[in-house]
C-alpha cells in the first residue's frame, strides 16, 4: 500500500466513524483534526483514533487500553489480539458507553 492509499483510507474510515456518531441514538460527539479522530461520550470519557502514517496503522485509544490495527486483506486487524476492528470498536463503545452501540462497517 502506498502513502496516498493509507491516508485515503484512514481519512474515509474517519469520515464514515463522523457521519455515524452524528446519527447515533447515544448522546455522543466528536472532535478531528491532523490524524486525530476523538469520538466523546457523555461520561465525557473518550476513543482516540490516532494516524501512524510510517507504520500504516491505526492506533485506537480507549478508556481501558490501546490497540494498533494493521491492515490484512482488507480488514483492519489488532496486531496483538487479532480482533477485527469493526468488532473490537462496536465491543469497546459500548462498554465505555454503558450501551449498546453498532458501528456499520465501510
Request: with cysteine; glycine share 4%; net charge negative.
Amino acid at each position: 500500500m502506498t502513502d496516498q492509499e493509507y491516508h485515503q483510507l484512514i481519512d474515509d474510515l474517519f469520515i464514515h466513524i463522523e457521519e455515524q456518531v452524528d446519527d447515533c441514538e447515544v448522546d455522543l460527539d466528536y472532535e478531528s483534526a491532523s490524524g486525530i479522530l476523538e469520538i466523546i461520550f457523555p461520561d465525557k470519557s473518550k476513543i482516540i483514533f490516532n494516524k501512524q502514517a510510517p507504520l500504516h496503522q491505526l492506533w485506537m485509544a480507549t478508556k481501558f487500553n490501546g490497540h494498533h490495527f494493521e491492515l490484512r486483506d482488507g480488514s483492519w486487524i489488532d496486531n496483538r489480539t487479532e480482533q477485527e476492528f469493526w468488532t473490537f470498536f462496536n465491543k469497546a463503545s459500548s462498554l465505555q458507553a454503558g450501551c449498546e452501540i453498532q458501528w456499520k462497517p465501510l
